[in-house]
């Protein structure tokens, strides 16, 4: 987490007060003795003592990235995609387009220098098995403040990274569960490839970064 940062110059003020040397007259008995007096009777004083007062403040406020994404209990974990075979008929296709999940939100955190935008993007660790595809959505922005982003429509997530979310400025989604983008998977298969499915379970890693 960065934080502002508020740096305060202190400026040390010198008060100077006159020194007062004092001389007495010489004293004799029968001899008239001169004397000498130094700087004057009760002496005086000198300073910058003024009706107002100032010293300097510098303040910096940093450039901040923050991206997370949310669940039900907090922190995300691994979601699980798998077609829905209860009412399959025989001959008939699997459907995969019913493999779905919207239980994450995308939050975020943003300062950006001036005239300057972020984007936030999406890539998967290693790609599907051939004909198999995971799309992925961020819908519109449910909370926040300042310059938020905006959705990007739909993408096929491969290992490239793709924009996700786009024109994102000053501004901050709020965090958690409900909060920012509501995060949509969808599986999808080219049943021209069909020939190429393997029934297996595997895994990959969606990564989400923000980026200038």
């Excluded at 010198?14 to 004397?35: E, P, R, W, Y």
């Excluded at 995969?96 to 890539?123: G, H, M, P, Q």
């Excluded at 569960?177 to 029934?199: I, P, R, V």
């Amino acid at each position: 987490m960065k934080k502002l940062s508020v740096i305060i110059a202190t400026v040390l003020f010198s008060f100077g007060v006159a020194n007062t040397a004092l001389a007495q007259a010489g004293q004799g008995s029968g001899i008239n003795h001169g004397a000498a007096l130094v700087g004057g009777v009760g002496g005086s004083t000198s300073g910058n003592n003024n009706n107002e007062a100032s010293h300097g403040v510098n303040i910096s406020i940093p450039t901040v990235t923050l991206v997370d994404v949310e669940g039900t209990d907090g922190e995300a974990g691994t979601i699980n995609l798998t077609p829905d075979i209860t009412n399959l008929e025989a001959g008939s296709a699997v459907d995969f387009s019913n493999a779905t999940n919207k239980s994450l939100w995308l939050n975020y955190t943003s300062i950006v220098e001036d005239k300057k935008t972020r984007n936030i993007t999406a890539a998967i660790s290693s790609e599907l098995h051939s004909g198999v595809s995971l799309k992925l959505l961020a819908g519109s922005i449910s909370s926040g403040k300042g310059s938020v982003g905006e959705s990007a429509g739909e993408i096929t997530l491969t290992k490239t990274a793709q924009n996700l979310v786009t024109a994102i400025g000053s501004c901050y989604t709020e965090t958690g569960n409900g909060k920012g983008h509501q995060l949509n998977y969808t599986l999808d298969m080219d049943n021209e490839k069909y020939t190429n499915l393997k029934a297996e379970s595997y895994e990959i890693t969606v990564t989400y970064t923000i980026t200038d």
